[in-house]
């Protein structure tokens, strides 16, 4: 399914299942707020994941996970938290340090080029890998750890990703580990 078969599908199970996600999903990102993103992360973000942004603009609520222990981020909390994650990289805080990566991902503790699009509250996230290691997809999707060096590569596109993870909460899929 394209995302936005995999939104209308999920939508409407959602009508039925209200508490699924708590208070729901925002309206579309508009074109503006894309092109903002893009220009403050220094990067194109990937066709599938626009589309989706233009969807749905993340979850309404900030505080209330709805993808199993994480939100869906907004235009605004998708800068806020690749912010923190450039602060501590620019200031030196993982200089020497490496991680434990999956195939086709970098061994950064963080790398510039990973766009968190989920937070747990703590730290954690899961990231578009726009800057891959050899082998890797440009837009593949990564777990980021904050304080584990692993690094697991989840999907192979956020279309992937969104398509496999709305089965698993609608229970038409099993959840991957």
């Not at 039925?16 to 508009?30: M, R, S, W, Y």
């Not at 800068?79 to 620019?90: A, H, I, M, T």
């Not at 089965?167 to 991957?176: A, D, F, I, N, V």
Request: charged fraction near 25%; proline fraction near 5%; hydrophobic fraction near 40%.
């Amino acid at each position: 399914m394209n995302i936005a078969q995999t939104w209308s599908r999920f939508d409407a199970w959602m009508k039925a299942t209200p508490d699924a996600v708590p208070e729901g999903f925002k309206g579309p990102a508009t074109d503006d707020e894309i092109r903002v993103l893009e220009g403050a992360l220094g990067v194109k973000l990937p066709d599938d994941f626009i589309a989706s942004l233009k969807i749905h603009n993340g979850q309404v609520s900030r505080y209330k996970a709805g993808f199993h222990i994480e939100i869906l981020l907004d235009v605004k909390g998708i800068l806020s938290e690749w912010s923190g994650w450039r602060d501590l990289v620019v200031q030196g805080a993982f200089e020497g340090t490496t991680s434990d990566p999956d195939s086709g991902v970098k061994d950064d503790w963080f790398n510039l080029g990973w766009i968190p699009f989920t937070a747990d509250g703590m730290g954690n996230c899961l990231c578009l890998d726009l800057d891959p290691a050899p082998g890797g997809t440009v837009g593949q999707v990564i777990r980021v750890w904050h304080d584990d060096e692993r690094r697991e590569c989840l999907a192979l596109s956020f279309e992937q990703w969104l398509d496999r993870t709305v089965k698993e909460l609608m229970g038409l899929e099993q959840p991957t580990e």
